[in-house]
């Protein structure tokens, strides 16, 4: 029993040293993310991951900070493991937070339907919250200019399919043309003979 006892508080001091460093590191990668240093808070950030895989903090605060870096992808791929962490219909503040920061990633990935998708879901955990709503707007005004731009090109790839094949076309028949003017002289040749 007592070796039962010995293990649980070895165990137990164990886990609250390693609460007590992931929490020392996240605390020290906020101080260098609010001093703009934020390489210094993505390695902070990564030593808590390192001590604590399924910190919420840690990773949510290195999509921050990697953000910042404009490492989009991987900003948005430490936002998807934290919103992993969530229950959504719990946590619906941080989720609001979470969703509106992947909408960010794909905003400035230009990944516009995505990043409406991300807004949407923001939304509906805090329909409140006028800067998602804002970024919503600006997102749904970019997409729709993408598909327009698509469309442009898509109209100009046909059009310009359209002249090159004209312009064969006229090739030819000036090629057509210089060859039976060729064959006329020949022919008027051979008869002075």
């Known amino acids: ?12 001091c164990c886990s609250g040293v390693f609460a007590q460093r992931e929490a020392g590191d996240i605390r020290k990668g906020n101080r260098d993310y609010h001093k703009q240093d934020y390489t210094g808070a993505e390695i902070d950030y990564r030593r808590a991951i390192d001590t604590n895989k399924d910190s919420y903090e840690a990773h949510y605060n290195l999509g921050d900070a990697l953000f910042k870096q404009d490492k989009y992808p991987e900003a948005q791929a430490e936002f998807e493991t934290a919103a992993k962490m969530l229950d959504r219909k719990q946590d619906k503040e941080r989720w609001s937070k979470v969703m509106h920061n992947i909408g960010n990633c794909n905003f400035a990935q230009q990944q516009y339907d995505k990043a409406v998708a991300a807004y949407q879901e923001s ?3 805090n329909p409140k919250d006028n800067d998602t709503r804002y970024n919503l707007v600006k997102a749904i005004q970019m997409l729709q200019q993408q598909q327009q731009q698509e469309q442009n090109e898509d109209r100009m790839d046909k059009e310009t399919a359209e002249q090159i094949l004209q312009a064969l076309e006229q090739d030819e028949q000036d090629t057509q043309e210089k060859l039976q003017r060729q064959q006329g002289k020949k022919r008027r040749v051979e008869k002075e003979w």
């Open 1 to 12: 029993m007592k070796k039962f006892f010995l293990i649980l508080l070895t165990v137990s």
């Open 123 to 125: 939304l509906r955990a």
